[in-house]
């Protein structure tokens, strides 16, 4: 039977272990020092002295202390605008609400920017008839979320269209080639409906 205190020794050893250690502890020692030298550098205040630290590069981020609050006034505040004629008006910040409950903000920052304009639009709606801290803050935060998504929206686009623009094969060709291309169209192209007679 252990004593408590080898328990914790056993417990502080587990948790000394380098997560990037190789499983083959023998190679481990230049592994080790090359993971040193590759994490970021940081500074940390410990008794009133600043430290130079190694950081943790996958360190999570900290809790938004908003967001349980927020989360709670926004389904309040849905939840009353949902048997009325608002509710299918309010369904992009109804999308917010739910990614906001499922995986936090980076469920939100994923959403399409259209959604998140009209989601800010839809928030600036309630926040006009009855203001709160809240909503205010959901705006702010949304906004440039919604910037985001945008600018990633535009460069897949941008993307597509020049590998779409691979495949065009632009020539020079005289007026008779041009002709005897036009003239092979006549037979593919469904002709138009007659233009509407203007002087009548």
Not at 35 to 61: K, N, S
């Amino acid at each position: 039977m252990s004593t408590p205190s080898q328990t914790r020794k056993r417990t502080h050893k587990a948790l000394a272990k380098e997560r990037r250690a190789p499983a083959d502890a023998s190679a481990g020692s230049i592994h080790k020092l090359r993971g040193l030298l590759a994490r970021p550098i940081g500074l940390q205040r410990r008794d009133g002295r600043l430290h130079v630290v190694l950081v943790d590069r996958r360190r999570p981020e900290p809790p938004d202390p908003w967001l349980a609050p927020l989360q709670a006034e926004l389904n309040e505040r849905l939840l009353a605008q949902q048997f009325g004629p608002t509710a299918q008006a309010m369904r992009h910040l109804c999308f917010v609400h739910d990614a906001l409950q499922s995986k936090g903000w980076p469920a939100v920052s994923s959403l399409p920017a259209h959604v998140l304009g009209r989601a800010i639009v839809q928030a600036e709606m309630l926040a006009g008839d009855e203001p709160s801290p809240g909503l205010k803050r959901l705006v702010e935060r949304l906004r440039p979320l919604q910037l985001a998504a945008a600018e990633r929206e535009e460069r897949a686009a941008r993307s597509r269209d020049l590998v779409a623009g691979e495949q065009i094969e632009v020539s020079e060709a005289t007026h008779e080639e041009f002709d005897a291309v036009e003239r092979s169209w006549v037979g593919r192209v469904p002709p138009e409906s007659e233009p509407p007679d203007l002087d009548a």
